[in-house]
């Protein structure tokens, strides 16, 4: 019953309020600005005006934030797109630079094949295939005695010395590289002109030995072939650079480890050295 009568209450408030704001709106309306109730409106605009400001501000984020979940879908469908092109772009930007890369890398060889081998048939091959482990040290290439590739031809990449060729088929060869442990090069210091033995270590540096105790070894000094063994290796191909000298008294040698120039793990491209040229 309290309910109902507090209920009763508040309709005749709410319709006897209704009444008097339609009755003051009637009569402020029929009388204009200059009427008794236009103070007390004004009056009245200034007090709810902050008001309503206030209001504004404080539910416009609410009024952002629904805004920004019906816009959800679209921002999210942008990013994704976004992502898509960043990615795109990445593998575009990552073959120009392989391109690039390999074109330097021609480039290299082209000179190489202009000064110390002008007076050499060669042909570039690519790397096929790469075996280098603890148990093999040799790559394969896409050359062979189709393309005029023999057994014990020497190999050379931009940077260096990588091997010689060890197995033939018609389309393709095997490399044994010059870090192999049965791998063995007549090598020569740049410097002090020495020349000694050049031997395979596998994952190690290259053991370089038959250096005389007297010799001058400088600190990374460069070393590079000494000329042909055995039909391998024409002069002046550069090798790497010595990492460490190692002398024993009474000795008649020093032990020279020698660090190869060429990253063996990431050959892409080599030259085929045919022999000499017919011109």
């Not at 339609?22 to 029929?30: A, F, G, H, R, S």
């Not at 031997?199 to 370089?208: I, K």
């Amino acid at each position: 019953m309290a309910l109902q009568r507090r209920a009763r209450s508040t309709r005749v408030l709410v319709i006897t309020l209704v009444t008097l704001s339609l009755m003051t709106i009637t009569i402020d309306y029929k009388q204009g600005s200059s009427g008794p109730l236009a103070d007390v409106g004004r009056a009245a605009l200034s007090v709810i005006a902050p008001m309503q400001e206030g209001v504004t501000k404080a539910f416009r984020p609410v009024a952002h934030f629904f805004a920004a979940i019906a816009q959800a879908p679209s921002l999210r469908d942008r990013n994704q797109q976004l992502r898509r092109q960043v990615l795109s772009l990445e593998a575009q930007l990552g073959t120009v630079t392989s391109l690039q890369n390999k074109v330097a890398e021609f480039e290299t060889l082209f000179n190489l094949r202009s000064t110390l081998l002008q007076n050499m048939q060669t042909t570039g091959a690519n790397v096929i295939a790469s075996g280098v482990s603890n148990f093999e040290w040799s790559i394969t290439i896409d050359k062979g005695s189709g393309d005029g590739v023999k057994v014990n031809d020497p190999i050379v990449a931009s940077s260096g010395l990588v091997g010689h060729v060890v197995q033939v088929t018609p389309t393709a060869s095997k490399i044994q590289l010059i870090i192999d442990p049965s791998s063995r090069a007549a090598a020569r210091l740049i410097v002090s002109r020495e020349t000694g033995l050049l031997t395979g270590r596998g994952n190690r540096d290259l053991s370089m030995g038959l250096i005389d105790a007297n010799t001058d070894v400088q600190p990374n000094e460069g070393v590079e072939t000494a000329g042909y063994q055995n039909g391998l290796y024409p002069p002046g191909i550069r090798i790497g650079t010595v990492a460490s000298v190692a002398f024993t008294p009474g000795s008649l040698t020093k032990a020279i480890t020698v660090q190869p120039a060429v990253d063996f793990s990431t050959l892409d491209v080599v030259l085929v050295v045919l022999g000499p040229s017919s011109r």
